[in-house]
């Protein structure tokens, strides 16, 4: 697009489209020389929402979050299962074993046409000294169409136990990226 006559100074430059993901950045426009920029918007192949539910008991909820994804296109998707863990539960439940500890399997699905590269599944730390451990967090390349399970070992001390404090809220997410127009295109998914 050619804007002329945009007197001199800085704009916030804004590039939108349905479906794809919002491009915004500070420019400056030279009021002798043509100011030009590139920008590229990806797709939004995945819609994430989060389910918030009542639970029998006063003041607690359930959060569940749900993902809407298109299949069958020429871009990576990618989804992680399971979606979500429910730190309380699995809080309580580390700390009613006597090993303190269990493996959980994340199965990572590219639903799309394209191979994903540089594939991280990242756990933060989380305050209540949950650990989560595994040779494969640095997954590497899923193929087109297909699917890697990353088994994580997560465990608690009986230290950690004893001190009963409650569950609390944490995310990870999967990072990856894909070739796309001469340059690689960096996304993230919860």
Not at 69 to 86: N, S
Request: hydrophobic share 35%; charged share 20%; proline share 6%.
């Amino acid at each position: 697009l050619d804007f002329p006559a945009v007197a001199e100074g800085w704009y916030t430059l804004q590039v939108s489209a349905p479906n794809h993901q919002v491009y915004s950045n500070l420019i400056y426009v030279d009021g002798v020389m043509a100011t030009s920029v590139t920008t590229f918007i990806s797709r939004d192949m995945v819609k994430y929402t989060w389910k918030v539910r009542p639970s029998p008991i006063q003041d607690e909820y359930v959060f569940t979050l749900e993902a809407k994804f298109e299949t069958f296109v020429p871009v990576p998707v990618l989804t992680v299962e399971p979606g979500t863990l429910d730190l309380r539960d699995l809080r309580q439940d580390l700390c009613s074993q006597v090993e303190k500890s269990k493996f959980v399997v994340f199965n990572l699905t590219n639903h799309g046409f394209i191979r994903i590269e540089d594939v991280k599944l990242n756990f933060p730390e989380i305050s209540d000294s949950l650990t989560f451990t595994s040779p494969f967090f640095d997954v590497g390349i899923i193929e087109a169409k297909s699917s890697i399970t990353v088994p994580v070992f997560i465990e608690i001390s009986s230290a950690d136990c004893a001190k009963r404090s409650g569950g609390g809220c944490s995310s990870a997410e999967a990072t990856y990226s894909y070739k796309c127009g001469g340059g690689n295109v960096g996304k993230g998914t919860p």
